[in-house]
């Protein structure tokens, strides 16, 4: 899963549209969207290609030859087929002309309302604090990886190299502090350009490294059942095949957003027929891809593949090569940590303001000079004080298991079935007036029961991992 920076409900315009300048602005007064099918299929590639793709490998010999690229199939078949049902409730009432929800939330709100928009709240909001240690455990490996590759290899594999993973996650955390106060970093317009770049090159490294290791061999590894009993006992076998399902569910998530993403389409034509389009061609593309790494990658290392393909070291030569995709990760995290965490920023932010207006401490701004002809820099106490305890808060759970399998099956076990299934089929039911008990109610239903036991398993199988490498970690 990768980032993209997209606020268009930022930019309103409170005077409606003039005749003369309606080509300048869409039916609500705001700018007129320019977005097309390109556009969008790029916005969802850039935001699902990005560091569930490592653990693919891992999660297809899990599963073996057979469930792992079937598993992949049909994750990408319910993401598409539920983002179809999200994209018809981006305009409330008529399709065309409809009132327009701008955000995720919105569309709850319009569509449900009451304390189920609380609910999906508080579990985006949980997502985005799980995708901040899970960017930092992510980074701080891939830091740890190059260090250790050039050790491998200034020893000449005669040194295991075991580096601690804690400083980079320091490192790290100080990093974030930093960024974490710069206002309105998440509207910085070339973020998404740096993700795609860095996503696609970390992915492309991993993809190439494992074709040139069968070509190399000239063996396909693995078997039929993915890990077998003997090398891992029954219930650890049963524990890590519900892992690899959060691990995948992790790698297909994109409903977080896929509502603002539509928000930047033009029309006509409507924007749910654009936005399907535009699933449709992005997840063929992005599906191809993860076939190719999970199976590649399963194909080059067998049951041995490792958890993250470009810092397991199934890979150790060009070292150097290894050293450009896991510093593209770390680039690519760094950003992707800032743009997951401004939303919770603001609305922690939002409330405070609204909570205590007479505060100074929560309210008043500090101008501080910068050199140059920087403008000043407004320093907000309470902004200082609430964001650096949040980076360091995840920087420690991040310290006390800093497990990337787990914590990658946990927040796809997690996200998947409310916001990827849940959410699009009843606001769907509600858009469509489809009657309980009808044929197409049940069906959607099924799909939903059958998605929430998944997510309950892939959740128990990522716990059951956090218990079981919490045995053998010490922290610290």
Known sequence: MSFVSNHSASLEISIPPAEGVSKFFDDDGRLKRTGTVWTASAHIITTVIGSGVLCLAWATAQLGWIAGPIVLLLFSFVTYFTSCLLASCYRSGDPVTGKRNYTYMDAVEAYLGGFKVKVCGAIQYMNLFGAAIGYTIAASISMTAIVRSNCFHASHAKNPCHI??????????????????????????????????????YSSIGLGLGISKVAETGQIRGSLTGISIGSVTQTQKIWKSFQALGAIAFAYSFSLILIEIQDTLRSPPSESKTMKKASQLSLAVTTIFYMLCGCFGYAAFGDSAPGNLLTGFG?????????????????????????????????VEKHTTRTFPESDFINKHY???????????????????????????TTIISMLMPFFNDVVGILGAFGFWPLTVYFPVEMYLVQKKIPKWSCRWICLQMLSGVCLIISIAAAAGSFAGVVSDLKIYRPF
């Open 367 to 393: 101008n501080i000079p910068l050199p140059g002809k920087f403008r000043p820099y407004k320093l907000n106490l309470f902004r200082l004080v609430w964001r650096t305890t949040f980076v360091i808060i």
């Open 164 to 201: 601690s993973s804690t400083p980079y996650m320091l490192a790290f955390g100080v990093m974030q502090i930093l960024f974490s106060q710069i206002p309105d970093f998440d509207q910085i317009s070339w973020l998404s350009i740096v993700a795609a770049v860095m996503s696609f090159t």
């Open 315 to 347: 890979f150790y030569n060009p070292y150097w090569l290894l050293d450009i995709a896991n510093i593209a990760i770390v680039v690519h995290l760094v950003g992707a940590y800032q743009v997951y965490c401004q939303p919770l920023f603001a609305f």
